[in-house]
C-alpha cells in the first residue's frame, strides 16, 4: 500500500510540475535565470518532501506547486509588462571582453576569474582570449562571443572582401522605451534618433517594439504590433 501512495504522489507531482511548465512557456525553460535556479530548488524540494512525508497528502502537493507556479508566473508578467523589473529579477548581460580586452571590474563583480573564463571560451571553440573581440556574460551565465575578423569562420563574403573591424550592436529602443544610456554611449543623440525613425514612417517611439544600431550596418528596426502598443 505504501509503494502505491508514493506512486501516486509521484505521479501527481509529476503531472503538477509538467502543466506549469507549459503554462509558464518555452522561454522559461531556455534561460535558467538567478531566479528560476531558486524555483526549481524549492520545487524540487517541495514534492521530494512530500513524497516521504506521510503527513503531506496529494492536496498539498498540488496546491504547492499551484502557489509557487502562480508567484513564478506574476514575476514572469512583470518583467514583460513592466522594464523596471527585468533587471531585479532577470539581471543584465555584463560585457566582460571589450574591444580585444578583459574588463577587470565586470569581471569582479560577475565574481568570474580568468580560468573561468576560458573555460566558458572553450565552450564556445574559443581556445584563446586574444581571439575574441566582444565577450558577453548573459544572464544564464553562458557567454557570447563576437571574434576577431582575422579568428571568425570566413563567410563567401568575408572572402572576397578585406577584413573589417568588428562592431557591437546597441540596443536603443526596447518595448517602445529609449534607453538614452545606450544611445549616448553610441555617440548619438535624440534628434538623430527621431530623424531616422521618421525614414521608416516612425513617429513615436512607442511605435517601436526593438531597435538597435551598428556602426557598419546603421538601424534595425521592429515595429509595434496595433494589439503590443500601450
Known amino acids: 500500500m505504501h509503494f502505491v501512495q508514493v506512486a501516486v504522489e509521484l505521479i501527481v507531482g ?13 522561454a522559461t525553460l531556455a534561460q535558467v535565470t538567478a531566479f528560476d535556479f531558486i524555483s526549481a530548488i524549492v520545487l524540487g524540494e517541495l514534492v521530494g518532501n512530500a513524497l516521504y512525508d506521510k503527513e503531506i497528502g496529494i492536496g498539498s502537493i498540488v496546491f504547492a506547486v499551484a502557489l509557487w507556479g502562480l508567484m513564478i508566473y ?21 560585457i566582460v ?10 569581471m569582479k563583480k560577475e565574481k568570474l576569474d580568468i580560468n573561468m573564463l576560458q573555460n566558458l571560451l572553450r565552450h564556445k571553440n574559443v581556445f584563446s582570449i586574444r581571439e575574441v573581440a566582444f565577450a558577453i556574460l ?7 562571443v563576437k571574434q576577431k575578423s582575422q579568428y571568425a ?5 568575408d572572402l572576397q572582401k578585406q577584413q573589417k573591424p568588428v562592431y557591437l550592436p546597441i540596443t536603443i529602443i526596447e518595448d517602445g522605451e529609449v534607453d538614452w544610456d545606450n544611445l549616448k554611449e553610441a555617440g548619438l543623440n535624440e534628434e538623430w534618433l ?3 525613425l521618421r525614414r521608416h ?13 551598428k556602426k557598419d550596418e546603421g538601424l534595425f528596426i521592429e515595429k509595434m504590433n496595433a494589439n503590443e502598443r500601450r
Open 138 to 144: 548573459e544572464t544564464d551565465g553562458s557567454i557570447s
Open 194 to 196: 527621431l530623424k531616422n
Open 74 to 94: 506574476a514575476v514572469e508578467w512583470s518583467t514583460q509588462k513592466f522594464r523596471g523589473t527585468r533587471q531585479l529579477f532577470e539581471g543584465e548581460p555584463t
Open 201 to 213: 514612417h516612425i513617429r513615436s517611439y512607442k511605435d517601436v517594439f526593438y531597435c538597435e544600431w
Open 14 to 26: 509529476f503531472v503538477s510540475l509538467f502543466l506549469m511548465t507549459k503554462i509558464l512557456g518555452k
Open 97 to 106: 571582453i571589450r574591444n580585444g580586452h578583459m574588463d577587470r571590474e565586470a
Open 153 to 157: 569562420t570566413p563567410t563567401m563574403e
